[in-house]
């Protein structure tokens, strides 16, 4: 069964041009993994600065490969650089997924 997480990250305004390359290279990188089945980064209609990742991997392992990435680490560092306003994860099973 796929393992989804799904983030909401608020971002500072002031950095949304570094997130935005940031992310984008994130995702370019995640797509390519073994593993990783969907990485879709949305942004919020009402909220310019609001974000939502929704990743899908087949597994544990898929997630723990992926924690270990480049592209990945870059996100954390841009976090603990204080980029973001907030940001959380939750994971989920995949249920009823195309």
């Not at 980064?41 to 929704?54: S, W």
């Not at 990945?72 to 939750?90: C, P, R």
Request: glycine share 6%; with cysteine; hydrophobic share 40%.
């Amino acid at each position: 069964m796929p393992i989804c997480i799904v983030v909401e990250a608020e971002i500072k305004e002031d950095r949304m041009d570094e997130f935005l390359d940031m992310i984008e290279k994130n995702a370019i990188g995640s797509r390519a993994e073994p593993g990783c089945i969907r990485f879709d980064v949305l942004q919020a209609e009402d909220v310019p600065n609001k974000f939502f990742f929704y990743e899908v991997y087949e597994n544990a392992e898929a997630i723990a490969h992926h924690k270990e990435q480049p592209h990945y680490l870059a996100w954390g560092a841009f976090k603990d650089s204080g980029g973001t306003l907030s940001s959380v994860s939750k994971k989920a099973s995949g249920k009823f997924m195309t």
